[in-house]
Nanobody
């Protein structure tokens, strides 16, 4: 059974930092990508960042470029999202998701193209 477990969310003041983790298990492919998405109340889920397992390619939404960094520890099947200079508009539930079909090569931020999802972790940035 594929499982994705996010952790690291919390409450932080504007300008602060958080590091999210996504621990993936239950699959054997070494050709996959893990994406981070977020969903604020009343808004659609949106792509934040993505990293591929084969060559480590990374992708970012314009809104987080220069502030967020995605990385992975393939030995642990864990992906991290380092979030710096956080803003109140970054407040959302953050989800990680697994793409096993190389869909990221076409578009990494399409929600429906991901195969498995974690349960989410709340990030709240106070002003």
């Amino acid at each position: 059974e594929v499982q994705l477990v996010e952790s690291g969310g919390g409450l932080v003041q504007a300008g602060g930092s958080l590091r999210l983790s996504c621990a993936a298990s239950g699959f054997s492919s070494d050709d996959y990508a893990i994406g981070w998405f977020r969903q604020a109340p009343g808004k659609e889920r949106e792509g934040v960042s993505c990293i591929s397992s084969d060559d480590g390619s990374t992708y970012y939404a314009d809104s987080v470029k220069g502030r967020f960094t995605i990385s992975s520890d393939n030995a642990k099947n864990t992906v991290y999202l380092e979030m710096n200079s956080l803003k109140p508009e970054d407040t959302a539930v953050y989800y990680c998701a697994l793409d096993l079909h190389r869909s990221w090569e076409l578009s990494w931020s399409v929600v429906d193209w991901y195969d498995y999802w974690g349960q989410g972790t709340q990030v709240t940035v106070s002003s």
